[in-house]
């Protein structure tokens, strides 16, 4: 059983930062591939980043998030993070955190590789 609970959501201005944060509860962390998804209304759910482990930890962005979101993991309080910065209106969204023991790494961004979900939190970024 794999539980993944997001946290860190909120409301920021044009220009802000925030950090989420997905506790995930299962063995062997370290070996899954994690990774956050957003999805804003009226639109498809997209990989915004993502560490995968079979390629030896290397991290993965959407081309609209490189240079302001940043991916980690915590290997000790099997946590996995996203430090948002100089955040824009388009970044509003559902944010969801997603785990997958094996997920190959030219799909590493696709939603529907990943088997296991948290609820989501919210990002609003608005003047």
């Known amino acids: 059983q794999v539980h993944l609970v997001e946290s860190g959501g909120g409301s920021v201005q044009p220009g802000g930062s925030l950090r989420l944060s997905c506790a995930v509860s299962?063995?062997?962390?370290?070996?899954?591939?994690l990774a956050w998804f957003r999805q804003a209304p009226g639109k498809e759910r997209e990989g915004v980043a993502a560490i995968n482990p079979d390629t030896r930890g290397s991290t993965y962005y959407a081309d609209s998030v490189k240079g302001r979101f940043t991916i980690s993991q915590d290997n000790v309080n099997n946590t996995v993070s996203l430090q948002m910065t100089d955040l824009k209106p388009e970044d509003t969204a559902m944010y969801y955190c997603?785990?997958?023991?094996?997920?190959?790494?030219?799909?590493?961004?696709?939603?529907?590789?990943?088997?296991?979900w948290g609820q989501g939190t919210q990002v609003t970024v608005s003047s």
């Open positions: 997603a785990a997958d023991p094996w997920v190959r790494p030219s799909d590493t961004l696709r939603p529907d590789e990943y088997n296991y």
């Open positions: 299962v063995d062997s962390f370290n070996s899954y591939c």
